[in-house]
């Protein structure tokens, strides 16, 4: 297969899927007689993103794979799209996700004894809910608690491929750059650590889309 030909497929797969692929998912896009292998994959890969380099999209690698997705900085631009403003975190909140990510693993007890406050239940249920953290053990202590690490969706969801992307901890004056460090849409805040939309992704072919194609774009996975 011609090498333009291979860009078009694996541009409209990322384009299409809303998450990212690795690999050897954009392989089995391929029959096997003609699958073009990882080297003609990754090939491709670079010059969707040589492409992109002047553009309001972008090519990002992460923990689960490679996707599309509009431009952090375009987020305030983009964000209007949708009537209900992002949720912001709270400090608390940030505090928590910081712990565990550059410490993990880590229990409550940990967290709490860094921070000299108690760890709202409400904060791990949402951190596990948005599959951000979860039990990895439980320490041999009197009592078992829980050890909590990050997952492939937490470095999914801000844009990393693996933890050691992370911005050094030495860095990070205050918890509330957290969230520009990360690139998340929203700055840090006081309020109620609740659900925020997902990074902004390049438009994705779905069933509304396919219809209208016939007249005539995310959180984050593991």
Not at 205 to 220: E, K, V
Request: charge should be negative.
């Amino acid at each position: 297969m011609e090498a333009e030909r291979l860009r078009m497929i694996i541009e409209g797969a990322l384009l299409a899927a809303g998450r990212p692929l690795d690999l050897a998912q954009l392989d089995a896009l391929f029959d096997p007689l003609e699958q073009p292998g990882h080297d003609a994959i990754r090939a491709a890969l670079d010059t969707i993103a040589a492409a992109s380099a002047e553009r309001a999209w972008e090519l990002r690698q992460t923990a689960s794979g490679y996707r599309l997705q509009v431009r952090a900085e375009l987020a305030p631009w983009i964000g209007r799209l949708w009537e209900e403003k992002p949720r912001r975190y709270s400090r608390s909140f940030l505090e928590t996700l910081v712990l565990i990510a550059y410490r993990q693993p880590v229990t409550r007890g940990d967290i709490e004894a860094v921070r000299g406050v108690a760890v709202s239940s409400d904060t791990i249920k949402i951190l596990q809910e948005r599959e951000w953290i979860r039990v990895v053990g439980h320490r041999d202590v009197p009592g078992r608690p829980a050890l909590y690490a990050t997952t492939r969706q937490f470095l999914d969801y801000f844009n990393l491929a693996s933890l050691e992307q992370l911005p050094p901890l030495s860095e990070l004056k205050d918890f509330e750059l957290l969230e520009p460090q990360l690139e998340l849409a929203t700055a840090a805040a006081t309020g109620s650590p609740e659900t925020d939309p997902a990074p902004v992704e390049a438009p994705r072919a779905d069933s509304r889309a396919a219809d209208q194609m016939s007249a005539p774009a995310t959180a984050p996975t593991s």
